[in-house]
């Protein structure tokens, strides 16, 4: 029932900044982990960040503890994916996805994914 909507994605040079958002359905946004996978060419999907339902906690991979930032308008029904310092591994199509319970790392523990959106680095 909740419909999620991945925007921002490009081609971008190494070093360079996107901001993916995820425009979510729904009304009840607010009580949902929101998380942000992604799948790279030949590899399987990865967990990249979450975020609490109250956007006070959030947890990052390591490959981008750093460099990205996840965060949240609930006003907005939005979660979005700050990516810095782009690297050309970073390029993947990354899927944004919703728990309606307590925060995971796990891609099985999710209960609604988006369409993806491709992000490609490279000079």
């Known amino acids: 029932q909740v419909q999620l909507v991945e925007s921002g994605g490009g081609l971008v040079q190494p070093g360079d900044s996107l901001r993916l958002s995820c425009a979510a359905s729904?009304?009840?946004?607010?009580?949902?982990?929101m998380g942000w996978f992604r799948r790279a060419p030949g590899k399987e999907r990865e967990f990249v960040a979450r975020i609490s339902s109250g956007g006070s906690f959030t947890f990052y991979a390591d490959s981008v503890k750093g460099r990205f930032a996840i965060s949240r308008d609930n006003a907005k029904n939005t979660v979005y994916l700050q990516m810095n310092s782009l690297k050309p591994e970073d390029t993947a199509v990354y899927y944004c996805a919703a728990r309606a319970r307590t925060c995971s790392s796990s891609s099985a523990e999710y209960d609604y994914w988006g369409q993806g959106t491709q992000v490609t680095v490279s000079s």
């Open positions: 729904g009304r009840t946004f607010s009580s949902y982990c």
